[in-house]
């Protein structure tokens, strides 16, 4: 794995962003991200964006290697993110409707990082975006919903569209139930079940490749 590391100006914005990635698996996914981009120039896909906060690496390893970051997120929050649940934040409500709505606080975060132009912000569903992209990618990061039904529709959705050099990157992977959700565990195991291998481990977040 390349030691590529951000410039000190994006991983400022990175840390003042919203968002829940600490900044060593930041930096392993940026490292991820700026070598597959570099090894096929290719496109870097992230599903669940939230507010931007790993998007701004995503983005700036995309403009490296003169390609784009695509974001592919409903924008209207994952499960533990709804009301009464532990990372509800009130202030991404949108009062109009009542729903969840990260999608301004994520394009403001793009616009003060200087990268919206390396970003394809694709808003809707994972599994019926996926269902009609053709093309082929150099990193598919796995970052959303961490029920069953949704880490595994991200992996059987993305994962096909993977280059020969692509990585596959998966977040919030807790061996340990006490640690958190199993889901993205699960898919993790089903990965390398299926032909991948590890990479790179940096505290929950992995890294793999088809072997």
């Known amino acids: 794995m390349t030691d590529a590391r951000p410039a000190p100006g994006v991983l400022a914005a990175f840390e003042s962003a919203t968002g829940f990635m600490p900044v060593d698996e930041g930096l392993a996914l940026y490292a991820a991200a700026h070598q597959a981009a570099a090894a096929t120039g290719l ?3 992230e599903i669940g964006s939230y ?11 995309a403009r490296a290697a003169g390609t784009v970051a695509l974001t ?24 109009a409707v009542g729903l969840m709505d990260t999608l301004p606080t994520f394009r403001r975060t793009l616009f003060r990082a200087g990268l919206e132009d390396h970003v394809v912000a694709l808003v ?8 009609v992209w053709g093309g082929q990618l150099a990193l598919v990061f796995i970052d959303g919903g961490h029920t069953d039904e949704h880490a595994t529709g991200d992996y059987e959705g993305w994962a096909p569209h993977l280059a020969a050099q692509g990585l596959l ?13 199993q889901a993205p565990y699960r898919v993790y195991l089903r990965a390398l079940a299926e032909g991948f291998g590890e990479v790179s481990v940096t505290g929950s977040l992995r890294v793999l490749r088809r072997r």
């Open 124 to 131: 809707g569903r994972s599994p019926q975006i996926a269902a």
């Open 51 to 61: 507010c931007g906060r790993s998007a701004i690496l995503l983005a700036d390893a």
């Open 169 to 181: 990157v998966i977040h919030d992977v807790f061996p340990d139930p006490a640690d958190g959700g």
């Open 72 to 95: 592919v997120d409903h924008h209207r929050g994952s499960e533990e993110q709804q009301p009464g649940w532990e990372y509800h934040d009130p202030e991404l409500v949108d009062p």
């Open 43 to 45: 496109p870097l896909l």
